[in-house]
């Protein structure tokens, strides 16, 4: 497993290090792992059962998605989110996406699958929305803007863009905690997003996202 990507579940179910990756990772998305928390390998282990091997493993993994700050011999230290890189990963999105939108706007052959992909990821959060489920919002939030920066068909930006989806995740698992009744909102936003990208409106797609992450964060998202 590459530490630059989330591990994968193979057919026959996931690995120890998936299994150690998912257990931290969603312990830190949710903040059930709070900031500056210290873990180790052996902890780790012994909780979830496991040798430190996939601990070890997992722990990379972790640290290149930005959740962890490794320190040889000593342990993990989980990443804090503060409002600069709240800010900054909030631009990159903006960056991304709008560049991926202009590219499919002026796609002759444009394939409209995208259509179908983000209406589907909008009944998950729907469904997140009405039952109260911040995690599998906040994941299919991230799927639904990754899927968005998939149309710019650039390998680069796509694994560039992966490695950034735990802590943006974390960061919209803290805005639905903060406010869980602004998650139908985002829901109706990202139904206009969905369908100003349907109609090829570039323009009306930016300024509508740009709308849309000033809600989850009061800054200067245009510099």
Known sequence: MSPSRSPRTGAAGPSAVERVYAHVADGIITGAVGASSLLTEGDVAQTLGTSRTPVREAFLALEAHGLLKLFPKKGAVVTALDDVETMEL?????????????????????????????????????????????LTFARADHQFHARVVDEAHNRVIDEFYTRLGPRLERLLHRVANRDPGSLQRYVTEHRALADYLSAGDAPGYEAELRRHVRHGFQGPLDS
């Open 90 to 134: 909030l631009q990159v999105r903006i960056m991304f996406e709008t560049t991926a939108v202009s590219l499919h706007s002026a796609r002759r052959d444009a394939d409209h699958a995208v259509d179908g992909d983000l209406a589907a990821l909008i009944l998950v959060q729907e469904e997140a929305a009405r039952t109260g489920d911040p």
